[in-house]
């Protein structure tokens, strides 16, 4: 099990650009795939990155370009480099961990952080 904690969201203007951040606990992190998720009001759950343990990256098709994910494993670090920034965007971001393989389901991932709000003004 990996603890997650999200940080760096914050109130944007379309355009701009934020980095979130999550900091994982667990000696084992080098070993977690890593992905982040984002839940707007009155929608479902979204897939937005993952990134595997040597660096491999998936994204969502209305992130891709836009967005990068990346990881520091010595410091036990996930980031999302979030550019380019919609009103679409606006939502609470999560963090995630699972085991082995990327995947774009959120119910293959077992760890979540608290999540970290985004809000993009048009």
């Known amino acids: 099990q990996v603890q997650l904690v999200e940080s760096g969201g914050g109130l944007v203007q379309a355009g701009g650009s934020l980095r979130l951040s999550c900091a994982a606990s667990?000696?084992?992190?080098?070993?977690?795939?890593m992905g982040w998720f984002r839940h707007a009001p009155g929608k479902e759950r979204e897939f937005v990155a993952a990134?595997?343990?040597?660096?491999?990256?998936d994204y969502g098709d209305s992130v891709k370009g836009r967005f990068t994910i990346s990881r520091d494993n010595p410091k036990s670090m996930v980031y999302l480099q979030m550019n380019s920034l919609k009103p679409e965007d606006t939502a609470v971001y999560y963090c995630?961990?699972?085991?082995?393989?990327?995947?774009?389901?959120?119910?293959?991932?077992?760890?979540w952080g608290q999540g970290t709000q985004v809000t993009v003004s048009s």
């Open positions: 995630a961990a699972r085991p082995l393989l990327r995947s774009q389901f959120a119910d293959e991932y077992d760890d």
């Open positions: 667990g000696r084992t992190f080098s070993t977690y795939v």
């Open positions: 990134i595997s343990r040597s660096g491999g990256t």
